[in-house]
């Protein structure tokens, strides 16, 4: 009886959890691009956020971006600013907008809305009539967005 008690209030926390998290086209960002609370209704980890951004298969954040602190990741772009030392010159809620759409910052970025589900131009219909219609999964999940950017604070000289 103890287990199932302990197993039901760990299921119930963990649907408070998402019951939290803010749908892709419910973020609410500030006139500079700013989204000032939690996307997941949870901090976000660092470490797992250094993944994200250095994996391929995930955020792919490093081909764009250089970061001295992952000597490790081979082949970071240049094409995006480098980011060294991020943690020192953004807050959390100017990166959790910068990586949710980067263009409600910076409208002229070619970085990717790694939080956005509509909206998107889909040059397949011109091109070969294959585009995908209706809304599209967005490339980050609520959580790893909040990984990213924690990951992204812990970027500074020291």
């Known amino acids: 009886m103890r287990l ?3 197993t039901a209030a760990a299921v119930l926390a963990t649907g408070a959890a998402f019951a939290d998290t803010v749908a892709p086209g419910d973020v609410q960002f500030g006139e500079y691009g700013e989204v000032a609370t939690s996307l997941s209704g949870m901090d976000g980890d660092a470490d797992a956020g250094r993944v994200i951004f ?3 298969s995930k955020g792919n954040c490093a081909a764009c971006h250089a970061v ?23 807050t959390a809620e100017e990166l959790r ?15 990717p809305a ?42 500074q000289e020291s």
């Open 97 to 111: 907008g910068i990586v949710s759409n980067a263009k409600m910052t910076f409208p002229d970025t070619v970085m």
């Open 54 to 56: 250095s994996s391929r």
């Open 68 to 90: 001295a602190q992952l000597p490790d990741v081979a082949f970071q772009g240049e094409v995006g600013p480098e980011l060294t030392w991020t943690g020192e010159a953004r």
């Open 4 to 6: 199932t008690a302990i």
């Open 114 to 155: 790694f939080y956005k589900t509509t909206g998107f131009t889909r040059p397949g219909d011109g091109y070969t009539g294959k585009a995908a219609t209706g809304e599209l999964s967005p490339i980050l999940s609520a959580q790893e967005i909040e990984d990213v950017v924690a990951f992204l604070l812990t970027l």
